[in-house]
T-cell receptor
C-alpha cells in the first residue's frame, strides 16, 4: 500500500476560525512533510518531521502549527489565516530523510483550502 | 546550490507522437533527480527517479529519462503520447541537508495532448 490519505478534501474557513488538516500513511515511513501549492506553481516545502520530531520549518508563519502525534499521523493546525493562505496543501511521506539512501516522497491528494 | 530548470512551460503534442520534456540541473555533486506528474486537482505521482545507478531510468506509463552529466540534463521522454498523459510535470532535485531530505521543484511543464 503506497497511499497517503488527507482529510478533508476541501475546506472553507473564515479568518477567525481554527481548523486542522490531517494526513495519514501506513507505509512505515518515518519522514513526513507539509507542502503548500498555489495555483499554477510548484509545491513549496513548509515543514519536515523526521522520526516524529520537527526537523525543518521553512520560516512558516506561526498561524500554521504542525503536529506529529505518532509515526503514521501528521496534522496541520490552522488559526487566524489570511486570504493569501488559500492554496492546495499537500502531505508527503518517505522512508527516511536523507543520505546515504535517497527515498522518494509519496504525496497525498491534498486539501484545497479557501480562506474567506 | 542544487536547482533545476525546466526549459518549457508548455508543450503540446499530438496523440501517438513522441514526448520530450526538458530539464537541466545544477548541482555541486551527483544529485538525486525525480520526475513527478500532477493531474488537475490531484496530488503528485512519482514517474521515475535517478540516484546514481543506471543513467537511463525507466518509469511508469512508458516514460523514461536519461541522466547526462556532460550536459547537466535529465530530460523526460515517451515514445507515444496518450490523451491521459495531459498533466503538469515537475522535474525535482533532492537537497540533502544532513538532517533531512528536501525537494526543490522546477517551475513545471504543462503537457497538452491533442487528437
Amino acid at each position: 500500500d503506497t497511499e497517503v490519505t488527507q482529510t478533508p478534501k476541501h475546506l472553507v474557513m473564515g479568518m477567525t476560525n481554527k481548523k486542522s488538516l490531517k494526513c495519514e500513511q501506513h507505509m512505515g515511513h518515518r519522514a513526513m512533510y507539509w507542502y503548500k501549492q498555489k495555483a499554477k506553481k510548484p509545491p513549496e516545502l513548509m515543514f519536515v518531521y523526521s522520526y516524529e520530531k520537527l526537523s525543518i520549518n521553512e520560516s512558516v508563519p506561526s498561524r500554521f502549527s504542525p503536529e506529529c502525534p505518532n509515526s503514521s499521523l501528521l496534522n496541520l493546525h490552522l488559526h487566524a489565516l489570511q486570504p493569501e493562505d488559500s492554496a492546495l496543501y499537500l502531505c508527503a511521506s518517505s522512508q527516511d530523510r536523507g543520505r546515504p539512501h535517497s527515498y522518494e516522497q509519496y504525496f497525498g491528494p491534498g486539501t484545497r483550502l479557501t480562506v474567506t | 546550490a542544487q536547482s533545476v530548470t525546466q526549459l518549457d512551460s508548455h508543450v503540446s503534442v499530438s496523440e501517438g507522437t513522441p514526448v520530450l520534456l526538458r530539464c537541466n540541473y545544477s548541482s555541486s555533486y551527483s544529485p538525486s533527480l525525480f520526475w513527478y506528474v500532477q493531474h488537475p486537482n490531484k496530488g503528485l505521482q512519482l514517474l521515475l527517479k535517478y540516484t546514481s545507478a543506471a543513467t537511463l531510468v525507466k518509469g511508469i506509463n512508458g516514460f523514461e529519462a536519461e541522466f547526462k552529466k556532460s550536459e547537466t540534463s535529465f530530460h523526460l521522454t515517451k515514445p507515444s503520447a496518450h490523451m491521459s498523459d495531459a498533466a503538469e510535470y515537475f522535474c525535482v532535485v533532492e537537497i540533502n541537508t544532513g538532517t533531512a531530505s528536501k525537494l526543490t521543484f522546477g517551475t513545471g511543464t504543462r503537457l497538452q495532448v491533442t487528437l
